[in-house]
């Protein structure tokens, strides 16, 4: 029974232990590939492997290899389906039932922040006319008490409509919930609902009748979720929205890039790899022993870069050179991604972000040429020259 974080480069675990490469390859029959279609469909759910891209992903994880080694120490006999299923289920089931929403509400002040900060956000946008909306799964008594909490009694007077119990992603592709409306107390009325009005709280319905009754479509909308499948897929892809992904990780991961020791890691590893391209081509017995040391080396560098993030997986955005699969992901539902909501209050309300420009693999950066041929203008190469 295999374990599997899903990177571009797939690491496989097996209770709480990685499995070796060597046993990886004679499971998939001397192979490391593993087909498309086995892996995911467009939400992430292949037929026999399934993609962990959430939050509810880390403690899903962490119990199934926590029971499986528990099982397996003790002479536990088990079916892996029946197992996988029934803690998929329980996890579900500890959302979906509110289990959760009772034990957080409880001690809101451990596991909700206050947001001073989300508060200036919502209350700049407003002040300058733009339109806000919130569309989640969690049920309005969760909602009211959580925000009340972190932005305010009054947070209902920052969004024009605010709908609850949305069963995301089906509220962007099935058309056939209607809007209910909710009274203070969180009861639902019988009205026909003809118009989203402000200050008023909706349950479920769906996008086709939110795209008509308010008539907010196309690049005009930016929409921000916190999951690429349940938040964001659908709508780029099907409804041309704006979307902005929040990525909590990201303020960590920008921290450790931002050190040193990172940075000089990286560029000597950049280094290595220049002068290995371009020295390969002697193959005398003394060049082979300088080029297999640096090989070496620059492995150990990259598993030690590797190591920083995270000593199990890295970094959530990329596997040694290549994007992961999380991060490819990232890329094709967002057009902009933050560690959080207030991260906009660095920017006007009308600043405009443009797309960086990514070399192509036949379009080397200049920097990274001058760094093959021996410029010395790449910060702290200079330097690891002279300690070389």
């Given at each position: 029974?295999?374990?599997?974080?899903?990177?571009?480069?797939?690491?496989f675990?097996?209770?709480?232990?990685?499995?070796?490469?060597?046993?990886?390859?004679?499971?998939?029959g001397g192979t490391q590939?593993?087909p498309l279609y086995?892996?995911?469909?467009?939400?992430g759910k292949?037929p026999?492997l399934?993609?962990?891209m959430?939050?509810?992903s880390?403690?899903?994880m962490?119990?199934?290899?926590?029971?499986?080694?528990?099982f397996?120490?003790?002479?536990?006999?088990?079916?892996?389906?029946?197992?996988?299923k029934?803690?998929?289920d329980?996890?579900?089931?500890v959302?979906?039932?509110?289990?959760?929403?009772?034990?957080?509400?409880?001690?809101?002040?451990?596991?909700?922040?206050?947001?001073?900060?989300i508060?200036?956000?919502l209350?700049?946008l407003?002040?300058?006319k733009?339109?806000?909306?919130?569309i989640?799964?969690?049920?309005?008594?969760f909602?009211?008490k959580?925000m009340?909490?972190m932005?305010?009694k009054n947070?209902?007077?920052?969004f024009d409509m605010?709908?609850?119990?949305?069963d995301?992603?089906n509220?962007?592709?099935d058309?056939?919930?209607?809007?209910?409306?909710?009274?203070?107390?969180g009861?639902?009325?019988w009205?026909?609902?003809?118009?989203?009005?402000?200050g008023?709280i909706?349950?479920?319905?769906?996008?086709?009748d939110?795209?008509r009754l308010?008539?907010?479509?196309?690049?005009?909308?930016?929409?921000?979720?916190?999951h690429l499948?349940?938040d964001?897929?659908?709508?780029m892809l099907?409804?041309?929205w704006r979307?902005g992904?929040i990525?909590p990780?990201?303020?960590?991961?920008?921290r450790?890039?931002?050190?040193?020791q990172?940075m000089?890691?990286?560029t000597?590893q950049q280094?290595l790899?220049g002068?290995?391209?371009?020295?390969?081509?002697?193959?005398?017995?003394?060049?082979k022993?300088?080029l297999?040391e640096?090989?070496?080396?620059?492995?150990?560098?990259r598993?030690?870069?590797?190591?920083l993030?995270?000593?199990?997986?890295?970094?959530i955005?990329r596997?040694f050179?290549?994007?992961?699969y999380?991060?490819?992901?990232?890329v094709?539902?967002s057009?902009?991604?933050m560690?959080s909501?207030?991260?906009?209050?660095?920017?006007?309300v009308?600043?405009?972000f443009?797309?960086?420009?990514?070399p192509?693999q036949?379009e080397?950066?200049?920097?990274?040429?001058q760094?093959?041929?021996?410029c010395m203008k790449?910060p702290?190469?200079?330097?690891?020259?002279?300690?070389?």
């Amino acid at each position: 029974f295999l374990l599997l974080y899903f990177h571009y480069y797939i690491l496989f675990y097996f209770r709480l232990k990685p499995v070796p490469d060597e046993e990886v390859i004679e499971l998939y029959g001397g192979t490391q590939h593993i087909p498309l279609y086995q892996m995911s469909d467009f939400y992430g759910k292949g037929p026999s492997l399934k993609q962990f891209m959430d939050i509810f992903s880390l403690p899903e994880m962490t119990l199934l290899s926590s029971v499986i080694d528990y099982f397996i120490t003790h002479g536990i006999e088990f079916d892996q389906v029946h197992l996988y299923k029934d803690i998929s289920d329980a996890i579900r089931d500890v959302h979906v039932k509110g289990v959760m929403y009772k034990w957080i509400e409880k001690d809101l002040e451990q596991y909700i922040l206050h947001g001073d900060e989300i508060y200036a956000v919502l209350n700049r946008l407003v002040n300058h006319k733009k339109k806000l909306f919130l569309i989640t799964n969690s049920p309005f008594s969760f909602v009211d008490k959580g925000m009340k909490h972190m932005v305010g009694k009054n947070w209902r007077d920052l969004f024009d409509m605010v709908i609850v119990q949305a069963d995301k992603p089906n509220f962007f592709t099935d058309r056939r919930k209607p809007f209910r409306k909710l009274d203070d107390k969180g009861s639902l009325q019988w009205d026909k609902i003809n118009q989203l009005e402000k200050g008023k709280i909706y349950k479920e319905g769906n996008l086709f009748d939110f795209l008509r009754l308010t008539g907010w479509r196309g690049s005009k909308v930016l929409y921000f979720g916190d999951h690429l499948y349940s938040d964001l897929a659908d709508l780029m892809l099907r409804h041309g929205w704006r979307t902005g992904a929040i990525v909590p990780e990201l303020e960590t991961e920008i921290r450790i890039i931002n050190t040193e020791q990172y940075m000089h890691s990286l560029t000597w590893q950049q280094a290595l790899t220049g002068l290995l391209e371009r020295m390969q081509m002697y193959q005398d017995a003394e060049s082979k022993q300088v080029l297999l040391e640096w090989m070496k080396e620059r492995q150990e560098i990259r598993s030690l870069t590797k190591n920083l993030f995270n000593p199990q997986f890295g970094s959530i955005f990329r596997t040694f050179h290549n994007p992961t699969y999380f991060s490819r992901r990232l890329v094709r539902f967002s057009d902009i991604y933050m560690a959080s909501i207030s991260c906009l209050l660095n920017y006007d309300v009308n600043f405009t972000f443009y797309p960086r420009r990514t070399p192509l693999q036949h379009e080397a950066p200049l920097w990274m040429d001058q760094l093959c041929t021996g410029c010395m203008k790449t910060p702290f190469l200079e330097e690891m020259v002279h300690i070389r």
